[in-house]
């Protein structure tokens, strides 16, 4: 019970609005304040070179170089613009303080620094890719983390296609199985700070939920056993996919809006046997079908001679009238007919 409360306190992170100003209103007014100082340095300046003891001179040439030089354009490092569907994620001296949202233009304090963890290097340099495999991501509807700018969160909704995996299904057939999920972050300190990378966090545990669920299914059922299968149940075995790992990505605060699947098929080593098998699975069920239909014709064929009254048949020649008409109903080849001029006895 204390793991479980240990746990939860671990991951209690929780987005929260960080505290913000007009951003253009900032700008204004750092602006002129910034050339108000530069004035006010000429202008001490040169009351300096007339009278260097004036300490109220020498008082306005210290301001203003501070402001002027320091300050001020130390502001404008708070000045933040976001576009829609983009977050920054604030922390201040290590400390999360909110997070910007919505498009717009803001201005925070100067000293929080934006984090994003897919970003390797937080520091004054730039941004630097942090590298994920490709054999457990791709990106496609996103263009990449190459392309992921001044460590802003994207709340779009991205298509997270993982590599075909080979997986055992119910019934320990060996086979090839995609799947895509369609996913966004709805809460930005939970991505942040509850996992290392949330995007290889998601691409681990979509690989993860795959073979769990993947296991509770066969590739294939006939429709007469009335089993659901990997390929008959498609939609119901992507909503439990869906479940599953939206439960397993919970903490990270990221909501997944759909998952299918796109390639099912057998392993290489037992495609050619079980192709096999359901061909003749498919010949079985065509003979079974073309023989039901030869039957009721021919009991089609006895009624209709009887009710007519075009030859009578002993039960002889009935037994042999049905052999010949189950031979060319049945039959894969053309029909050579007899002509049998005399009689049959």
């Known amino acids: 019970m204390e793991t479980a409360q240990g746990m939860n306190n671990t991951f209690r992170n929780e987005e929260t609005a960080a505290r913000h100003a007009p951003g253009m209103a900032m700008l204004i007014g750092n ?71 919505g498009p717009g233009f803001f201005f925070v304090n100067p000293f929080a620094t934006a984090v994003n ?23 496609n509807s996103f263009s990449g983390l190459n392309q992921i700018p001044n460590r802003k969160i994207s709340l779009k909704a991205i298509t997270l296609n993982n590599e075909k995996q080979k997986i ?15 996913w966004r972050v709805i809460d930005t300190a939970r991505a942040v700070f509850n996992v290392d990378n949330y995007y290889e966090y998601l691409s681990i545990q979509c690989d993860s939920a795959l073979r769990n669920i993947v296991r509770l299914y ?8 009335g089993e659901k299968s990997l390929r008959g149940s498609s939609l119901e075995v992507a909503e439990k996919l869906k479940e599953e790992i939206q439960h397993k990505v919970e903490m990270a605060g990221i909501e997944i ?23 003749a699975s498919a010949i079985i069920a065509a003979r079974q079908m073309i023989v039901e239909g030869a039957v009721g014709m021919v009991e089609m064929a006895l009624a209709k001679l009887n009710d007519q009254q075009i030859v ?12 010949n008409l189950l031979v060319v109903l049945c039959g894969n080849r053309d029909v050579q007919p007899v002509v049998n001029s005399g009689s049959l006895y």
Do not use: C, W
């Open 31 to 101: 602006i002129v304040l910034v050339l108000a100082a530069i004035a006010l340095f000429v202008i001490s300046v040169i009351r300096m070179e007339a009278d260097a003891s004036d300490t109220g001179t020498i008082v306005l040439f210290v301001i203003s170089i501070l402001y002027g030089f320091i300050i001020g354009p130390f502001l404008f490092a708070g000045l933040k613009i976001l576009k829609p569907n983009e977050a920054y994620v604030l922390t201040l001296f290590g400390r999360y303080i909110g997070t910007l949202r």
């Open 117 to 139: 963890p897919t970003i390797a290097d937080q520091g004054s340099q730039g941004p630097k890719e942090k590298p994920v495999s490709t054999s457990q991501l791709k990106l």
């Open 168 to 182: 055992n299904d119910a019934l320990g057939n060996p086979i090839i199985i995609g799947i895509v999920v369609i």
């Open 218 to 225: 066969p590739y294939d059922a006939s429709d007469e056993e």
């Open 257 to 279: 809006i759909e998952a299918r699947i796109t390639h099912l098929s057998y392993a290489p080593e037992i495609a050619a046997a079980m192709l096999q098998r359901q061909q």
């Open 312 to 323: 009578q048949l002993d039960e002889e020649r009935k037994a042999s009238m049905v052999s």
